[in-house]
């Protein structure tokens, strides 16, 4: 068939399972059907992976049959090892390949759907170093991803926070009534452990550039309590903070699979006439963790909403997600007092709150940073092997008066609700 290129795949087998999904559609006619190839997202819209979109066209009248996403590891060697790309792709692929599957099963056995907010997909490569994830473009049905550098509104908060509950509720239900099926899920290593312990270079200086960032602008804080405080986090040793908070079992018997990675560019949302959202689906599951759901929520509310939303609706937030997964998970003829109580949840929004303050200062500047100031990773990662003072990598954000306003505003309510 014909192949029109923006950006080619850059290895021949991922053309290869395009030629075949191209096949199972019947539209492999090269007389009358193109492939066409571009870019699936922007710069600084994805860390952990490389985005192509794949479109089949009509020759006659250049309308689109078919489009495709795939999702790819990075393609350079060093950025690769530096980001460990390979430990999040596979835990993607297994969210795919097995924990879907068995979310499907369970549903269709207890003739419910609850949690449908994601995309489907065509294909996966699992081998190394030419994995992949082909998956349906969600834009086909009208989903598009949200301009970050606008402000959620409370419809787009209470629609995440309720796909949440119910990806939450899933797994919560199978490990009580099925707990062979997803045991090993049960007790992983978390990813930001994980690269936290195997001491990257770049990933090491990453945290440090944010940590001096979010320093420089607590400086701006008249209140001397709340300054000391945020002080002592973020000089803290980040590692043990992070263990008390995502390390294996500190949770149990209340943690389950989270998404680990919510933020606004890992979620599309499908709007009204009116322009007012109406359905989600969550993307990008590289990072999925067993947690305290508290850890998705806390990374959700922090990076996505600024300080005047949550002064006006974080409560309510808070109990739109239990209402959620409550009824779902009764829905699954579980019991949310034993798998998840409402004191439980208060519970472990102090113990483990503090999270919100960590992600905020990890991901703020990435939320708030324009595409052109973007930091180029694969320049860092070779800056980074190939130079003799690889310990300490340039990374280099341009603080903005957003990310200021959104940054403080965290400062501010972390310390209010008691989180730290």
């Known amino acids: 068939m014909e192949t029109e290129t923006f950006s080619k795949l850059p290895h021949k087998i991922y053309h290869e399972v395009v030629d075949k999904i191209v096949k199972l559609h019947n539209l492999d006619d090269s007389s009358k059907f193109k492939i066409e190839y571009s870019a699936g997202s922007a710069k600084g ?42 430990e999040s792709f596979h835990r993607e692929i297994e969210f795919y390949d097995i924990l879907m599957p068995i979310y499907k099963k369970f549903q269709k056995k207890k003739s419910v759907q609850i949690f449908t907010e994601f995309p489907n997909v065509f294909s996966i490569l699992s081998k190394p170093p030419h994995e992949a994830i082909f998956f349906e473009d969600l834009k086909m049905r009208n989903f598009e991803m949200f301009d970050r550098f606008k402000d959620f509104t409370k419809e787009h908060i209470i629609l995440v926070l309720k796909a949440l509950a119910k990806m939450h509720a899933i797994f919560f239900c199978i490990k009580d009534q099925e707990p062979e099926v997803v045991k090993q899920f049960i007790g992983r290593e978390d990813y930001v452990l994980f690269i936290i312990r195997s001491d990257k270079p770049m ?21 001397d309590d709340i300054k000391e405080k945020i002080e002592c986090f973020l000089n803290g040793d980040m590692k043990e903070i992070l263990k008390s908070i995502i390390g294996i079992n500190v949770a149990e018997p209340y943690s389950t699979i989270c998404h680990g990675d919510i ?16 359905d989600v689906s969550l993307l990008d599951f590289q990072l999925i963790r067993y947690s305290s759901p508290v850890i998705d929520v806390m990374h959700f509310i922090f990076t ?33 007092n034993k798998l998840f109580p409402r004191h439980i949840f208060g519970e472990h929004l102090k113990k483990f709150g503090k999270f919100g303050l960590y992600i905020a200062v990890m991901f703020l500047p990435i939320i708030t940073t324009n595409k052109e100031d973007t930091p180029d990773l694969d320049e860092i990662s070779d800056k980074t ?12 954000f341009k603080p903005s008066e957003r990310y200021e306003k959104r940054i403080l505003g965290v400062f501010e309510d972390i310390c209010n609700l008691g989180y730290i």
């Not at 092997?385 to 280099?396: L, V």
């Open 304 to 336: 996505s909403t600024t300080k005047e939303l949550r002064d006006k609706h974080y409560q309510e937030f808070l109990d739109i997600y239990y209402e959620t997964l409550s009824t779902s998970i009764r829905s699954l003829n579980s019991d949310p």
């Open 203 to 223: 990933l090491n200086a990453w945290y440090e550039c944010q940590k001096k960032l979010a320093l420089t602008v607590l400086e701006k804080i008249k209140n």
């Open 385 to 396: 092997k190939n130079t003799e003072n690889s310990e300490n990598p340039s990374i280099d």
């Open 263 to 278: 933020w606004n560019n890992n979620i599309m949302f499908k709007n009204d006439q009116n322009g007012i959202p109406i």
């Open 45 to 86: 819209d994805n860390y952990l992976g490389i985005m192509f979109r794949i479109q089949i066209k009509s020759k006659e009248d250049n309308s689109t049959k078919l489009s495709l996403i795939a999702k790819l590891p990075p393609q350079n060697e060093n950025r690769r090892e530096e980001c460990l790309a390979e």
